[in-house]
């Protein structure tokens, strides 16, 4: 077989191969919504454009609980000395409600100030790209993993 025919039987397989493949995922700007999901397989930040929440004032028994996590978030929010926070309980405690309760009434005191990326647990080995890709924006970002388990046979 001559050279140009190989060529060109290899130009007819790439062309061929970038038809079925899909093309380059584009990472939303960070700066362009208020809460997104990591994707660790593409590396990339899914868009979420409405976050479900309740108001704050809807969630009830929680109260200490409720002002402390409020009080961290918008000193974080400000720049100023804030800790990381584990919420633990059972299920259906509200602790998502609360972390994304607190996300929305700081955005609204403070003007979207605060990012709110879901990792899901599985994807906790691709946290360091996920910093990397985080270190792009000026706003501060709340790294929210829900149903984190810390026992081995714990499959929820």
Do not use: Y
Request: charged share 25%; aromatic share 4%; with cysteine.
């Amino acid at each position: 077989m001559s050279k140009e025919k190989i060529v060109e039987q290899l130009k007819r397989i790439a062309d061929s191969l970038e038809r079925i493949a899909p093309g380059p995922q584009e990472t939303p700007d960070i700066n362009s919504g208020e809460a997104f999901v990591w994707q660790a397989e593409s590396n990339t930040l899914r868009l979420i454009p409405k976050v479900n929440h309740v108001d704050m004032s809807m969630l009830h028994g929680i109260d200490r609980v409720k002002d402390i996590l409020l009080d961290n978030t918008l000193r974080f929010a400000k720049g100023l000395p804030a800790n990381n926070a584990l919420l633990w309980g059972a299920r259906g405690m509200g602790k998502s409600s609360l972390v994304k309760a607190a996300h929305a009434l700081v955005n609204r005191e403070l003007g979207n100030a605060l990012v709110l990326v879901e990792i899901h647990r599985e994807d906790i080995p691709s946290l360091p790209v996920l910093m990397q890709v985080l270190q792009k924006t000026k706003r501060r970002c709340v790294l929210f993993c829900d149903d984190l388990s810390f026992d081995s046979d714990d499959s929820t």
